[in-house]
Nanobody
Framework: DVQLVESGGGSVQAGGSLRLSCIAS????????MGWFRQAPGKEREGVAG???????RYTKSVRGRFTVSLDNTKTTMHLQMSSLSTEDTAVYTC?????????????WGQGTQVTVS
């Protein structure tokens, strides 16, 4: 079974940076996507950033230029480097993985990590 474990969340002042990590076990990136989602209080979950099997990265408009998603050399640990954080980035951030069909099918989810920007 694939397991995803996030780390790196916390509290930061506006304008600061944080780096989230997601370690995947029982997982191979071949043919799979990995991505970050977030859910703020009272809001729906939204996709933040993702990596396709071929390494192409995608970002939601609000984080483009501020966030960078990457995989390490083993392709089992995904990072989300977040900079120029604002209060609107406050949310629970969750990593996900799944097969790439026509779109990414998010079969596996982590537990989430809280990011609070004040």
């Amino acid at each position: 079974d694939v397991q995803l474990v996030e780390s790196g969340g916390g509290s930061v002042q506006a304008g600061g940076s944080l780096r989230l990590s997601c370690i995947a076990s029982g997982y191979t990136h071949s043919g799979h996507c990995m991505g970050w989602f977030r859910q703020a209080p009272g809001k729906e979950r939204e996709g933040v950033a993702g990596i396709d099997p071929d390494g192409m990265t995608r970002y939601t408009k609000s984080v483009r230029g501020r966030f960078t998603v990457s995989l390490d050399n083993t392709k089992t640990t995904m990072h989300l480097q977040m900079s120029s954080l604002s209060t609107e980035d406050t949310a629970v951030y969750t990593c996900a993985a799944g097969k790439k069909l026509l779109v990414c099918v998010w079969d596996y989810w982590g537990q989430g990590t809280q990011v609070t920007v004040s």
